[in-house]
Nanobody, 121 residues
Framework: QVQLVESGGGLVQAGGSLRLSCATSGRTLIIYRMGWFRQAPGKERQFVAAINWKDANTYYADSVKGRFTISTDNANNKTTGYLQMNSLKPEDTANYYC????????????WGQGTQVTVSS
């Protein structure tokens, strides 16, 4: 199993920045791709960004391109995922989730508990 724990959410004014972190543990060698998703109250969960662990290819939703950057860091044999969010807008307000998938599954199988991001106008 893979465990994911997000942190870094909070309240920020429009135009500000936040960096979300996703700490990983467990059988992380099986991870092929890590993604970030968000869900606002009353709305469906939406894809934000993803990164392949092996080749570092990145993918972004159109709504965050040029503002958000996904990355990973491997220190002490532990990989942490990051989502740097700049130029935040009130519409970025949501609960942000980190997720991971293996190379052999279509859907993200492993999910964190989420971290709340609130952007005030």
């Amino acid at each position: 199993q893979v465990q994911l724990v997000e942190s870094g959410g909070g309240l920020v004014q429009a135009g500000g920045s936040l960096r979300l972190s996703c700490a990983t543990s467990g059988r992380t060698l099986i991870i092929y791709r890590m993604g970030w998703f968000r869900q606002a109250p009353g709305k469906e969960r939406q894809f934000v960004a993803a990164i392949n662990w092996k080749d570092a290819n990145t993918y972004y939703a159109d709504s965050v391109k040029g503002r958000f950057t996904i990355s990973t860091d491997n220190a002490n044999n532990k990989t942490t995922g990051y989502l740097q969010m700049n130029s935040l807008k009130p519409e970025d307000t949501a609960n942000y989730y980190c997720a991971a998938k293996t190379e052999y599954t279509r859907n993200y199988r492993y999910w964190g508990q989420g971290t709340q991001v609130t952007v005030s106008s």
